[in-house]
Every structure is written in structure tokens, then in C-alpha cells.
């Protein structure tokens, strides 16, 4: 109650200040894609079309570096919307943390926690707290209901990670049912999602907004797009998939372009991103290695455009790696709001490097999921194995330099990206001295931020079953 009222009274305040003309606040649009990987936009790759996107680069600035603060689809939400690791929330995963065959399973992974809690202080309430008008549209997946976390309209979103009831009307179930008898069979989400994002940029658009557009795309169950799929046919490995690809980019382009209709564009800072790497066997993520739920770059690499007219310059590129948790920094900046004092931050401002002024600080990025992930599609996943896309580790980058370390066996993995973009060559042997370094920094990292490190063997460990498992799927992979 303490929190829900000092927000409504600061919003009050600022909302008193505008009526007696204080320069209005920037809007903040943010646009998170859902499984779509760094290759999979055009701009870095000729097999998709993304127009809407390719502009938003051409008109702003493109991160060659960006991260997700996670490889899969909540705990990476979690980390963008708290701003914080997934250490602190304790949201390693989708549903529970043992995943996989219990006997491929070497020992016992960490709880998981589902979804943010109300207390978590989100990026949502820091805006809203600022004086912002706040919608949510699309996936949410940090809990039943985003009105209670920050936003003031929630359309669509509750504790589902894809897309129930499919993608287009009429919807058999889930949040979005209400739109059967509004629109002809037929409609895609994106269109109705889209239509209502719009809908509230007419309503607020003498005030500052929050949007936060999170269309399930395209996250499975893929569906083909009619009137698009077709020019794909007999051109691409995976038509369906492309076809939502250019879908969800003409939903980007209805979007930003009714910002320039309503005058709202050199106001506006536009984010779009996506909350994690493609899947390696839908879509190759080379030369990146593997894919969703990987800690390989193919896995954690993303996506990241920004553009805001007259603040960040048309065309220009950032080599900084930044990630997801640094949306939070920034957009309490750009929206100059106040935050708890007792609220950690992990992330950092990226505004200097938005606006390539003032300095920004050298940093480690770090990841850490005490966790199993099981393996979509077997060796086609370009994991380390093929029954899982990841075992439990921590994950760190400093400069050109990556380290994995793995609990299961202690396993220390060391990856030079200027020279190995691909992660095949395990340096750790040839290095030990680098390695040791990186990994004390590691160890070190840990204890500040209380991140949980399993230690307690799995009973029904079968090592022999592990190893039978193992070679049928690398004879199911050869007879492909």
C-alpha cells in the first residue's frame, strides 16, 4: 500500500508541474521481441526481410554487442523489468529448474522462482512514479497481471509465455478471446496488438507514455502468415518462420510510424530488442554458436536498435557490449525518475553511448543459471551436448574474453571473440594464467551477490544411461 501510494502521489506532482508548463518528458517505447536471434533481422542477415527494423537503424544507432541478460524467455524479462541479475529474483527459468531426464542430471540445480513478486520495483512503476501514462501489450510472463506491476493498461499479458490460443482469430483461448466478435477470422495478433498501441498513443499523446509492445512473435507454435509465406516458399529453409518474421516487422512500422504521424518522433525514444537468442535448429545463428537456452553467444546475442531524432545520430553503430539490464538505468534517466533508495541496479546508463558523449565505464558482463535446460532438438542445438542447451554454470565477459564455468564437474571453458566469434576453441588448457584470472573475478562476483552454486549429487544420476543417450542422439543426428 505504501509503495501504490507514494507512486500516485508523484505521479500527481508531476502531473500538477506539466499544467503550468514543464517541457514534456520523452516517451519511451520499447519493443521486445520474443526468440528472435541476431541473425534474424536484416540488417544482419539477407534471409529475412525487416524493413521497419533496417529503418529504425538506418535512423538510429545499432549495438553490434548486445546482450540478454538471459538466454530464455522469463528469467530475461525478470532481469529487464527489475533490472537486476537473476541472482537477486531468484527467476532462472520457465516453470521448474530440474528439466531434462532425471538421469542425465548429475546434481540437484536450484529452485526457481516463476515470476517477479509485487514488491520487485520494476521499470514500469519508475515511470509510472515519473508521471507517465504506461501500457503493456502482448507477452508478459512475469506474473497474472501487469497492472499490478507497474503498468496503468495491460492488454493481453498474464503468466504465459506463448501465444495461447495461436496467433490468429478467433482465439479458442487465452487473454486475447474478447477480440473474436471485434475482429474478421482471421486477424493476426500482431494487427490487434498493434491497433491498440496505436489506440493509446491517440488517447496520451499530451503526455508522456511508456509502452512496452511485446508481441508473442515469434515464439512458437509457428504459424504461417498468409499473403507472406508464399514469396518464401522454395527460397528459404523455414518459410513459416520468415513469414513472422516480416509480420511481426510490419507491426514495427505501423507502430513507429503513427509515432511520426502524431508529431511524436524526435520526443520518442524508440528500443527494440529481443529477450534472447534464436533457436539454433529453426534458425542458424552462425557464426554465433547454438541458440535459445545457451550460453554461447548464439544464445545471448541479440538484436538491439535505438532511435531518438536529434539525440542519437542517424546511422551510427556502438561496439560497447551493453545488455538488457541496463534498460532500466536508462530509461529512469531519460524519464529523470526517482527511484527507492534501498533499489540495486546491475545495469548501467547507456545514454552516453546513445548519444556517443561522456564517458561510460569498462565492465564484466556476468550470467548465472544454477539450472538445466533441456535440449530442443539434440545435436542440431550446437550445445556441449546433446541432451541439454545448458547445465548449471556461471558465464562471464570481460573485453575480448569469455569464461564458462560449469558446477557439474568444475569444467572451465575460456573463448578469445576477436579471434573465435564461435566459441570451438577451449582455451583454458593453453591459457591456465588468463583463465585463473577470469575465474577468481568469477568467484569473487558470486559471493557479492549471494548467487547460489549447487553442489548436491542427483541420486538418480545413471552415468551409463547419460552416456547410451548421448551416442543415440549423435546416431540419430548422423542418419539426418
Known sequence: MIKKTTTLLAGLLVALSGAVGAVKQPNILYINADDLGVMDVGYNSDRYITPNIDRLAE???RFTEAYAPAANCAPSRACVFSGQFTTRHGVYTVTNSDRGDAKHRRIIPTKNTLYLTDEDFTIAEALKSAGYATIHLGKWHLGEDATTQGFDVNIAGDTKGGPDGGYFTPFPKGTMTGYNDKYPTGTHRVDILSDEAIAFMRRHKQEPMFIHMAWFSIH?????????????MGKHENPTYASMIE????GVG????????????????????SDNGGIAAQSTQAPY?????????????????ARWPGMIKAGSICDTPVTGLDFFPTFSAVAK?????????????????????????????????PIYLQKYNGVQDRSHDPL??????TIMRQGEWKLHEYFEDGRIELYNLAGDIGEEKNLAQSMPEKANELHRQMVQWRRQVKAPVPTERNPQFDAKAEAKAIREQIMKAKKK
Not at 220 to 232: D, I, S
Not at 247 to 250: G, L, N, S, T, V
Not at 254 to 268: F, H, Q, S
Request: hydrophobic share 40%; proline share 7%.
Open 59 to 61: 535512423q538510429g544507432m
Open 220 to 232: 512458437t507454435r509457428l504459424e504461417p502468415v498468409p499473403g507472406l509465406v508464399e514469396k518464401y
Open 247 to 250: 509480420k511481426m516487422d510490419q
Open 254 to 273: 505501423r507502430i513507429v510510424d503513427e509515432l511520426d504521424r502524431l508529431g511524436l518522433a524526435e520526443n520518442t525514444l524508440v528500443v527494440f530488442c
Open 289 to 305: 554458436r547454438a541458440g535459445k537456452g545457451s550460453y554461447f553467444e548464439g544464445g545471448v546475442r541479440v538484436p538491439l536498435v
Open 337 to 369: 525518475a526517482s527511484l527507492p533508495k534501498d533499489k540495486v541496479l546491475d545495469g548501467d546508463n547507456i545514454l552516453p553511448l546513445m548519444r556517443n558523449k561522456g564517458d561510460f565505464p569498462e565492465r564484466t558482463l556476468f550470467w548465472h543459471f
Open 388 to 393: 541439454f542447451r545448458t547445465r548449471p554454470g
